[in-house]
């Protein structure tokens, strides 16, 4: 087994933070912040997800129904997200 490590991914101009076993688990910008310019924090979201899938392992079929409400049912439908909340405070946005 492997331990945390993080890579940095020169085409996409981001490092990737990789837990044990190498999957990424979190990209990091602090070098070259991303800019995204949107109406509101969640397009914003849905913006930085659809241009990182790729490097999260997310399939860009998984973002179709981002502005959908989550399901309160589990059922056999494949995997997708979809936002949840989103919370201010002063001059910050976080989606959920």
């Known amino acids: 087994m492997g331990q945390p490590a993080q890579q940095f991914n ?4 981001v490092y ?3 837990d ?3 999957v990424v688990r979190q990209l990091v910008h ?3 912040p991303v800019a995204i310019a949107a109406a509101t924090p969640q397009l914003v979201a849905a913006a930085y ?3 990182f899938a ?11 129904n981002l502005g959908s409400p989550p399901s309160k049912n589990v059922d056999g439908s494949p995997v997708e997200f979809r936002f ?5 405070q002063f001059d910050t946005a976080t989606v959920a």
């Not at 020169?10 to 101009?13: A, G, I, K, M, V």
């Not at 790729?54 to 998984?62: E, F, I, K, R, Y």
């Open 10 to 13: 020169s085409s996409r101009n």
């Open 16 to 18: 990737l933070d990789l």
């Open 20 to 22: 044990e076993h190498g």
């Open 30 to 32: 602090t070098h070259a």
């Open 49 to 51: 997800l659809q241009q």
């Open 54 to 64: 790729g490097l999260l392992g997310v399939q860009t079929a998984q973002l179709v």
């Open 84 to 88: 949840l909340r989103e919370k201010h």
